[in-house]
C-alpha cells in the first residue's frame, strides 16, 4: 500500500500534545511521516503508510482513532457525493460475505440529511462491488468489518476507513461494569501536559481521589515503558490492504513487549472507598500493571505524603453535581470519531467522592483538601482538572498554569498548583491559558 494521509481526532484542547507525541513516536521509525505533521481542527493530520498506521495504534496514548483517507473531493450534492465514493476501489477493502457501516459528521455542510449522505456513501460501494463480483455487502450498524466515516466541510467532502475499531481510549483491560467517564486518552493528555513521563527525575505521582484507577494506570503503564495498545486487538488486523503486513505487525507488537521494564518511579491510589479501591486494583491487574502501583483506601483530607517530593494529579467530582459551574450545552465535545458533539453530562471518576456522598459543598471539600495540601504536602505539584474557573479561589491557592482542556462536552481547565507550607495567596500571577 502507498502512503496515504491519517487523521488522528483527540479531545479538544489536546492536539498540540498529540503533535508533539506523535513526532516522537515516528522520529526514527517513519522520519518522513514524523516531518509531516500538522495540527489541524479536533486532531492532528500527517502522511504516512500501513507501518505508521499499525505503530500509531499500539504506541499512542492520546488519539482516539486512527482514521485512513481513502477518497476526497468538492462536492454540492449527494450526487457527487456518490461520485467520490465509487472512485475507490472497493473490492480492496471488502468483499460481498462482510459488513459494512457509515458515519457521516458536518461542520457547515448545506446538505439537509447526513443520512442520506452515509446511504449514497453506501450505494457507491454496493454498486462497485456489484458490478466488479454480481454480489453486494450488508451493512451492521454494530459490529462491521469495514467501518467509514465521511467529513463534510462546507463543500470538501472525506472519506476515511476507521482502521481502529473500537475507539483507542478502550486500552482492553477496563471491565465492561463501572465504565469511568474520564478516558483513559484523557488521563494521559493530563500527564502529557504536566510533563510527568514516568521518569525518576519526575518524581513520584499520587492520584488520592482514583475512582477506577484510570489516572494511576496509565501512569504506571508509562513508568514501566508499556505501549497503550498493547492489550488489544484492532480492526486493520482483519482488513485485506493489511494482511500483508502481518508479520511486521507481529514483530513490532514483540519488540514493544521486550520494552517493558520494571517502574522506574512509584506510582500511588487510593480512593475513600474500598470498593472502589479493590475495582481500581482489579483494573491494575487487568492492564499488567498491579506491581507498579500501590494502593491504599484512605480519604484524600487525611492522607499523608508517599515522599518528600513529587506530583498530585487528580479528577475530583464534578459534571452532573454542579452543572451550573459545567458548560456542557456547548456542544464543543467531540465524539470517538473525533468530529461531533460527544455525549452529555460528563463527571469524573465515580470513586472521587470524598466530601460529597455526605451532602458536603465542593466549595468545603477542596478549602478543606488545600488546607491539607498545605500542611502534608509542601514540596509537591498538584494538577486538577476542572470545570469551575473560580477553582483556585475554593482552594485558596494561586495557580501557576493553566491548561484549557475538554471532558467530552465539558470545557475543564487542567490547574497546577506548587504546593507550598502556609497559603500561596499574594504570589504574583503567573497563571495563563497553555
Not at 287 to 295: K, L, N, R
Not at 302 to 329: C, F
Amino acid at each position: 500500500m502507498n502512503p496515504s494521509p491519517i487523521f488522528l481526532p483527540c479531545a479538544a484542547g489536546v492536539e498540540p500534545l498529540l503533535a508533539d507525541e506523535v513526532r516522537a513516536l515516528l522520529a526514527e521509525a517513519a522520519p518522513r511521516a514524523a516531518e509531516s505533521v500538522q495540527l489541524g481542527r479536533g486532531g492532528v493530520r500527517l502522511v504516512g503508510g500501513p507501518a505508521t498506521a499499525m505503530r500509531l495504534h499500539l504506541e499512542s496514548r492520546l488519539a482516539a482513532r486512527v482514521l485512513w483517507q481513502i477518497a476526497a473531493g468538492r462536492y454540492r450534492d449527494e450526487d457527487d457525493l456518490y461520485d467520490i465514493a465509487r472512485t475507490v476501489r472497493w473490492q480492496e477493502w471488502i468483499n460481498a460475505r462482510q459488513t459494512l457501516r457509515v458515519d457521516t459528521t458536518a461542520v457547515r455542510s448545506p446538505l439537509q440529511s447526513l443520512h442520506f449522505a452515509s446511504l449514497r456513501i453506501k450505494d457507491a460501494l454496493c454498486d462497485v462491488l456489484r458490478d466488479a463480483t454480481g454480489e453486494r455487502p450488508d451493512v451492521d450498524p454494530r459490529h462491521p468489518h469495514l467501518s467509514l466515516v465521511l467529513h463534510l466541510h462546507e463543500d470538501h467532502a472525506t472519506l476515511y476507513v476507521d482502521l481502529s475499531g473500537e475507539a483507542l481510549f478502550k486500552r482492553g483491560w477496563r471491565e465492561a461494569q463501572g465504565e469511568a467517564p474520564l478516558k483513559e486518552t484523557l488521563a494521559a493528555a493530563m500527564l502529557a501536559a504536566s510533563g510527568w513521563h514516568g521518569r525518576e527525575q519526575d518524581g513520584p505521582l499520587l492520584d488520592p481521589c482514583c475512582g477506577a484507577g484510570t489516572i494511576a494506570i496509565e501512569a504506571a503503564q508509562i513508568a514501566c515503558g508499556m505501549a497503550a495498545g498493547l492489550h488489544r486487538s484492532f480492526a486493520f488486523e482483519k482488513l485485506a490492504p493489511f494482511r500483508a503486513e502481518a508479520q511486521a505487525w507481529q514483530e513490532m507488537k514483540a519488540a514493544a513487549r521486550e520494552r517493558v521494564h520494571a517502574p522506574r518511579v512509584a506510582v500511588h491510589a487510593g480512593d475513600v472507598s474500598f470498593r472502589m479501591t479493590d475495582f481500581a486494583t482489579r483494573n491494575a491487574e487487568r492492564a499488567g500493571v498491579t506491581h507498579a502501583i500501590e494502593f491504599k483506601t484512605a480519604d484524600a483530607l487525611q492522607r499523608s505524603a508517599p515522599a518528600e517530593h513529587g506530583v498530585l494529579m487528580l479528577n475530583p467530582p464534578y459534571g452532573e453535581r454542579i452543572d451550573a459551574k459545567g458548560t456542557g450545552s456547548t456542544g464543543r465535545g467531540r465524539d470517538d470519531h473525533g468530529f461531533e458533539p460527544a455525549h452529555r453530562g460528563a463527571r469524573a471518576d465515580a470513586g472521587a467522592r470524598q466530601g460529597f456522598e455526605d451532602g458536603g459543598s465542593p466549595t468545603a471539600f477542596f478549602a478543606a483538601l488545600s488546607a491539607h495540601w498545605k500542611r502534608a504536602y509542601p514540596g509537591w505539584t498538584a494538577w486538577v482538572l476542572s470545570p469551575d474557573a473560580k477553582l483556585p479561589q475554593a482552594m485558596r491557592l494561586k495557580e501557576s498554569r493553566r491548561v484549557p482542556m475538554w471532558n467530552g462536552p465539558i470545557e475543564c481547565r487542567l490547574f497546577r498548583f506548587d504546593l507550598v507550607a502556609g497559603s500561596n495567596r499574594g504570589k504574583p500571577d503567573a497563571a495563563s491559558d497553555a
